[in-house]
């Protein structure tokens, strides 16, 4: 008799255990329903281009491909967070493995792309952005992508270059544009309401410091996203941990069902 209610405490034990890490799976799987619904919305605003961001994708492509990223990583896990939750809870153990063997992989991938960020995070520096510009930017009116993009940026961001002015000296633009010291887009304009035009257009491009934007684009544009950069890997490191449990919890489980 002994046994059998040692027996019968065990399992019951056991059962609230299980019924523990069900829960709990369950929560975990809705925080990452809830991260991958997040990355999706990144995904979706940046595309919609609310302030010129993706202006600033496009003059790099790993950027712009980092996007794309951001949605297929953000529309796997709200996918993968809604299946957890219905394999906690319906204790379905094909769905759970299913999920532990999907899960994994994201993971990888994920911890992949953080690597590679880290290797290639020599082509978002200062020096990389300057390089291109004097390499590519051809002039205010000129129709290609890159110099059109840049021309958004510096519009957007009231910036001239990527330190500043001084960019433009002993580049493709000044052999195209002799005459000129910086393009027009780097020109202020008129701070009045409803009046986009330009300050003093031909002071500005004689190299008058006083009509143009002096400040650099890079800092302007790192000043305005500071805060978003670093949200987001903060959040990167957030669903990285909750995915790490997630897997754990579901292989308990998996285990436990019988």
Not at 79 to 97: D, P, R
Not at 159 to 175: Q, R
Not at 210 to 220: A, D, I
Request: with cysteine; net charge negative.
């Amino acid at each position: 008799q002994g046994l059998g209610e040692a027996s019968a405490r065990g399992t019951s034990m056991e059962g609230d255990c299980l019924s523990c890490i069900k829960y709990l799976m369950f929560v975990f799987n809705f925080f990452i329903f809830l991260g991958g619904s997040f990355l999706l919305g990144v995904g979706v605003w940046v595309l919609v281009d609310p302030t010129g961001f993706r202006e600033i994708m496009a003059a790099n492509p790993l950027l712009f491909t980092g996007v794309y990223i951001i949605l297929a990583m953000g529309s796997m896990l709200f996918l993968l967070g809604f299946l957890g939750c219905c394999g906690a809870i319906k204790e379905n153990k094909c769905l759970l493995l299913f999920f532990f063997i999907l899960i994994l992989i994201i993971f990888l991938a994920e911890l992949a792309a953080a690597i590679l960020a880290f290797i290639f995070r020599e082509h978002l520096t200062k020096e990389y952005f300057t390089k291109e510009l004097r390499k590519h930017y051809q002039g205010y009116n000129a129709s290609d992508v890159f110099t059109s993009t840049w021309n958004a940026i510096m519009n957007t961001f009231d910036c001239c270059g990527v330190n500043s002015p001084e960019d433009f000296k002993e580049s493709l633009f000044s052999v195209l544009n002799p005459s000129e010291m910086v393009p027009e887009a780097c020109c202020r304009r008129n701070s009045h309401l409803g009046d986009v035009s330009f300050s003093n257009k031909e002071e500005c491009i004689s190299g008058n410091m006083l009509y143009r934007n002096n400040k650099g684009c890079y800092s302007s544009v790192v000043d305005y996203f500071e805060l978003y950069i670093y949200v987001a890997g903060a959040l990167a490191i957030v669903v990285l941990t909750i995915e790490l449990f997630a897997m754990v919890f579901a292989m308990c489980l998996f285990r436990g069902i019988q």
